[in-house]
């Protein structure tokens, strides 16, 4: 009986286990049918215990943007009566942001649960006028509302929300009103940072009461340091500020009876804020020294020399400092003094031309260069200089080195007296002391036997078929094949540039196609340049174009040629406008890389490798 029993229990589990799960299900919970212009209201989809389940795909709906928000998974297992359920749960909202007053369609919303298609109502939107600047308002001004290009500029974000009031439980203060915004749901731009390190430190922004048309109005501000790349009015991103603001409290007792104020009714308010009296300042081209590379601020240049005492060609090494005095400073970009093109350098040492790489610490940037002395005497190292923009007194300025006293001494020399003869000592030597003498053997290192009639005896032809030769040929071929791509590794071993240059036509294609302004232009040319080279991305200024292009063979018209392009993007960088249009300028680009492609521009024609 004992053992039927048991049969027939594992029966019914076994049968348990083979029925089949039930299908996933999908439920919808639609907005209300009244929204406000700006202000987001949210279509919401529940799937419950569902194997195979995507993102709905976004709808069009004409005159409101729309995007897919996934609101969590989690899965919940409970035991009933004995019985163990597990069941799981997928959130979707389809965020609807209506973008005009009226009426607007919000048509069925389709998901697919497990094969099978779920599909939501059709609706009507009735969109009103919003009203959020009467309660929240945003904006982003500058300081200083003027900046040059490559000056650093504080961007801040000023949202202001006005206090909740509540006649039986009064006014909501600036940490209540604060955690109304809706942190997650609003776009920050290029403020988001700042709004990851609040909620790190699960703080607020900085706060201050202000009183507007009589009113008394909360101001928070979001701080953001930016170097414009170009000019006009900076690119903020999408800055969006939500909140949940509230139109009646009510009062509850939490577990420990303690009352505690409670949202009973709210609304959703969002407000888009847009730079206000910002502008970016081109550079001027009135005085600007054939040396600058784009440093803007207010800097210093000291230079040290290390060994003071050398010989004539013997490495000298320079460490170059540079100091932001006033601070704020993008130093990361900073580029150091072109100092190949220095005369006074050059004329008394050997300067390399490959790109300089520094090092970061508080407010000084270094560089560090070996130099070579080309003659004995030389007693300093010259003062060197390093070219800016100064916007305090809108102006370029050059920071100029102290010089380096350095001693130089004639290079060493061979004594030929010196050199052993073949008679094992120097000419006029001592003959009693020890030297190398040479001892001749006599028939050479190997006797030659005399050739036999039985090495060249043929008493049969020899005669190949087919296969005889190809059993010839073939191996040495495979052989040779083979040891010619070992040959080819080994030279992209030894070589790392060569993948680089291998590339450079067809990175530079791709950069002048995604190139959206002059800069972009500019930066498929030189970055070309830098790839055929071998130098570092983003070293090669204009003043070190010509230089590296003469030094790697390139003929002087096409050299010309590029250094038109280069000042014609420039002039669109520095001034905001050009001679000629982007498409102009791009297609002119496009022409000089493939002549420089042409020109077989590589490392090995004077480049640095």
């Not at 279509?43 to 215990?49: G, H, P, Q, S, V």
């Not at 403020?191 to 900085?206: D, G, H, S, T």
């Not at 052993?420 to 290192?445: F, H, M």
């Amino acid at each position: 009986m004992n053992a039927m029993r048991a049969t027939v229990t594992a029966i019914l589990l076994c049968l348990a286990f083979l029925r089949p799960a039930s299908a996933g299900d999908a439920r919808f919970t639609m907005p209300a049918p009244e929204a406000f212009e700006g202000a987001p209201v949210l279509l919401l989809i529940e799937i419950k215990d569902a194997t195979d389940v995507a993102p709905p795909p976004a709808p069009e709906i004409e005159g409101a943007a729309v995007r897919i928000l996934e609101r969590g998974r989690h899965s919940m297992t409970e035991i009933r009566n004995g019985r163990m359920r597990s069941s799981t749960t997928v959130n979707y909202a389809v965020e609807i942001t209506p973008e005009r007053v009226g009426t607007i369609r919000i048509p069925p919303v389709t998901v697919l649960v497990d094969g099978k298609q779920y599909s939501s109502p059709e609706q009507q939107l009735t969109v009103r006028t919003s009203d959020a600047g009467d309660l929240l308002s945003a904006e982003v001004f500058g300081q200083p509302p003027e900046a040059y290009i490559g000056q650093p500029l504080e961007l801040v974000l000023r949202i202001a929300i006005r206090p909740f009031r509540d006649q039986a439980h009064g006014m909501l203060n600036e940490s209540q009103m604060w955690n109304l915004v809706d942190l997650q749901g609003s776009q920050w731009g290029v403020f988001e940072q700042e709004l990851v390190e609040l909620r790190q430190r699960n703080a607020a922004p900085r706060a201050q009461q202000e009183m507007r048309a009589k009113e008394l109005w909360f101001v928070y501000e979001l701080t953001r340091r930016v170097w414009p790349p170009k000019t006009g009015t900076p690119d903020i991103g999408d800055v969006r500020v939500r909140m949940t603001y509230p139109l009646a409290l009510r009062e509850v007792q939490n577990f420990f009876n303690e009352r505690q104020l409670m949202i009973g009714e709210s609304r959703p308010l969002s407000v888009t804020a847009l730079p206000s009296g910002i502008t970016v300042l081109p550079l001027p081209d009135a005085g600007r020294p054939a040396s600058f590379s784009g440093a803007v601020g207010n800097y210093s240049l000291s230079v040290a020399a290390k060994p003071t005492t050398v010989a004539v060609g013997d490495p000298l090494t320079l460490t170059l400092t540079i100091t932001d005095l006033k601070g704020g400073s993008s130093l990361e970009t900073l580029q150091p003094p072109a100092l190949a093109n220095d005369a006074a350098l050059a004329k008394e040492f050997r300067v390399p031309n490959e790109p300089l790489s520094g090092t970061v610490t508080g407010n000084v940037k270094r560089f560090t260069v070996t130099v070579r002395p080309l003659r004995a005497g030389t007693a300093a190292i010259p003062p060197l200089e390093f070219s800016y923009f100064d916007p305090k007194s809108r102006s370029y300025a050059v920071a100029r080195s102290q010089p380096v006293p350095i001693t130089v001494t004639p290079g060493n020399q061979m004594d030929l007296a010196k050199i052993v003869s073949a008679q094992g000592s120097a000419p006029g030597a001592d003959a009693s002391q020890p030297g190398t003498k040479l001892t001749e053997v006599a028939g050479g290192l190997v006797a030659n036997r005399p050739v036999t009639t039985a090495m060249v005896q043929d008493d049969e032809r020899i005669r190949l078929d087919g296969l005889t030769v190809a059993g010839l040929v073939l191996p040495p071929f495979f052989a040779a094949a083979a040891f010619g791509w070992r040959l080819h590794r080994a030279r992209h071993e030894r070589d790392g540039g060569l993948v680089r240059r291998s590339r450079a036509r067809r990175n530079a294609e791709s950069r002048l196609r995604e190139a959206n302004d002059a800069a972009g232009i500019a930066g498929a040319v030189t970055g070309f340049v830098e790839d055929m080279t071998g130098r570092a991305q983003g070293t090669i200024t204009r003043g070190d174009m010509a230089r590296v292009l003469a030094s790697a063979g390139v003929d002087a018209a096409l050299r010309e040629r590029v250094s038109e392009l280069l000042s014609r993007c420039d002039r669109a960088r520095y001034a905001g406008a050009g001679s000629a249009g982007p498409t102009e300028i791009a297609a002119e680009a496009s022409a000089i890389i493939d002549a420089l492609d042409s020109a077989r521009l590589h490392a090995g024609n004077g480049g640095a490798r």
